[in-house]
C-alpha cells in the first residue's frame, strides 16, 4: 500500500513570511496529489490539488509542487494571513483507489 | 444545496451496542468513504466505495461494515463497538473514484464507553 509521510507537524510563521509542508509518498504508481485544510472544529477542505503530468500548480497564494523522482511534493504558502492557521493535510491514492492522509501540519500565523 | 451529511453528529454509547452513523450527498457521486480521525494519526481510511455494490476495505476496517444499496448513502455499521473505536468519523463523496476533489461530511464524534 501507500504510505504518505509529512513535516513538520508544527510550524510558527510570523504573519507576512512564507510556509512550507512536505511530504514523501512510497507509491511511483500515485499519480494524484490533493492538499486540504482544516479549520478548527470543521471538516477538511481541498485547498490545492497537483497531477503526475505537471511539476507545479499555483492558486494564488497557495502552491505545490511536485517531484515524481524523489517522490515528494510539497505545499508554499506565501504573504501568511492569521487565517492560515489551520491543520494541513497531504495525501495520495493508490492505483487502487484507497486513499491514504498524511498526519498533518499545525499551522500558526502569528500576528 | 450540494452537500454531504451525516448522523448522528455526536454519539455516546457503550460498549457492545450497535450502531449506525449514516451518510448522504446530493451530488451523485459515485465514490464514497469513511474515515477516521485520531490525533498524530491524521484520517485514515476505514472503507471506500466506488459505486453501488461496490466496497473494499481501507486502511483500518477492522470492526466495521458498510453497505452501498443506493448510490446517494452509504452507512457505516459498528457491530460490536470498543473503546479503541472513540473517535471522529468523516465521510466524504467525490465524483470518480479518489483521483478528484472529496467533499467531506461534517464529521460525528463517537464516545464508546
Known amino acids: 500500500g501507500e504510505n504518505v509521510e509529512q513535516h513538520p507537524s508544527t510550524l510558527s510563521v510570523q504573519e507576512g513570511d512564507s510556509a512550507v509542508i512536505k511530504c514523501t509518498y512510497s507509491d511511483s504508481a500515485s499519480n494524484y496529489f490533493p492538499w486540504y485544510k482544516q479549520e478548527l472544529g470543521k471538516r477538511p477542505q481541498l485547498i490545492i490539488d497537483?497531477?503526475?503530468?505537471?511539476g507545479e500548480k499555483k492558486d494564488q497564494r497557495i502552491a505545490v509542487t511536485l517531484n515524481k523522482t524523489a517522490k515528494h511534493f510539497s505545499l508554499h504558502i506565501t504573504e501568511t494571513q492569521p487565517e492560515d492557521s489551520a491543520v494541513y493535510f497531504c495525501a495520495a491514492p493508490n492505483t487502487g483507489n484507497q486513499f491514504y492522509f498524511g498526519t498533518g501540519t499545525s499551522l500558526t500565523v502569528i500576528p | 444545496e450540494a452537500q454531504v451529511t451525516q448522523n448522528p453528529r455526536y454519539l455516546i454509547t457503550v460498549t457492545g451496542k450497535k450502531l449506525t452513523v449514516t451518510c448522504s450527498q446530493n451530488m451523485n457521486h459515485e465514490y464514497m468513504s469513511w474515515y477516521r480521525q485520531d490525533p498524530g494519526l491524521g484520517l485514515r481510511q476505514i472503507y471506500y466505495s466506488m459505486n453501488v455494490e461496490v466496497t473494499d476495505k481501507g486502511d483500518v476496517p477492522e470492526g466495521y461494515k458498510v453497505s452501498r444499496k443506493e448510490k446517494r448513502n452509504f452507512p457505516l455499521i459498528l457491530e460490536s463497538p470498543s473503546p479503541n473505536q472513540t473517535s471522529l468519523y468523516f465521510c466524504?463523496?467525490?465524483?470518480?473514484?479518489?483521483?478528484?476533489?472529496?467533499?467531506f461530511g461534517p464529521g460525528t464524534r463517537l464516545t464508546v464507553l
Open positions: 497537483i497531477r503526475s503530468n505537471v
Open positions: 466524504a463523496s467525490s465524483y470518480q473514484g479518489s483521483y478528484n476533489e472529496q467533499f
